[in-house]
């Protein structure tokens, strides 16, 4: 799966539905290219579309339970390979990832607009 579609779920699952406009302008490729995109997530049934309750004209792209799934299950798997490689690393280098951990969180807290 490409960084864009892991991307593009991981911005549906934590925004919410989105019409393809936005996802093409959040993802910053064109919109022919997220549709595409949008049309292989659905073949995966990793997405769908759904008429906007509130403008049935307008089209919405939602992610599944399959695409949290999916998401959850390389998360998982990231996190493992992630665990293997710290506990490969000197004491000290650890200690220093450790230390630095508050500052990373206060700058995810920040990029994801939580203030801080």
Do not use: Y
């Amino acid at each position: 799966m490409s960084i864009t579609a892991l991307s593009t779920l991981a911005n549906l699952e934590r925004l919410g539905p989105r019409r393809l406009t936005e996802l093409a302008v959040i993802e910053g490729v064109t919109q022919p290219a997220m549709t595409q995109l949008v049309s292989k997530l659905e073949h995966q049934a990793l997405a769908e579309r759904r008429p906007d309750p509130e403008d049935g004209r307008v089209v919405l792209v939602s992610i599944t339970q399959h695409g949290r799934d999916e998401l959850a299950r390389r998360r998982a798997a990231q996190a493992k390979r992630l665990a293997e490689l710290v506990a490969e690393l000197p004491e000290a280098d650890r200690a220093a990832i450790a230390a630095a951990l508050p500052a990373l969180d206060r700058l995810t807290s920040r990029a994801l607009g939580g203030g801080a």
